[in-house]
């Protein structure tokens, strides 16, 4: 997969197998008890949620992907 990206003339990053907000923070962030079913109700709690945790190299990163 890395040579197919790099071909493509995109830079490949690794990150370690971890999602970028844990779901029990999530759940206890955004005082819930049951998952959410639509995903913009989703989004609005956890972008707050990643700009409070995630390490800021990684969310300068990420806000370029999300956009």
């Given at each position: 997969m890395?040579?197919?990206?790099?071909?493509?003339?995109?830079?490949w990053?690794?990150?370690?197998?971890?999602?970028?907000?844990?779901?029990?923070?999530?759940?206890?962030?955004?005082?819930?008890?049951?998952p959410?079913?639509?995903?913009?109700?989703?989004?609005?709690?956890?972008?707050?949620?990643?700009?409070?945790?995630?390490?800021?190299?990684?969310?300068?990163?990420?806000?370029?992907?999300?956009?």
């Open positions: 890395q040579q197919v990206v790099r071909a493509a003339g995109r830079r990053m690794t990150l370690d197998d971890a999602p970028l907000a844990d779901l029990e923070e999530l759940h206890t962030f955004s005082r819930r008890s049951e959410y079913k639509v995903f913009t109700p989703f989004y609005r709690i956890w972008h707050p949620l990643c700009r409070a945790t995630i390490p800021l190299r990684a969310r300068q990163h990420c806000s370029s992907l999300i956009r």
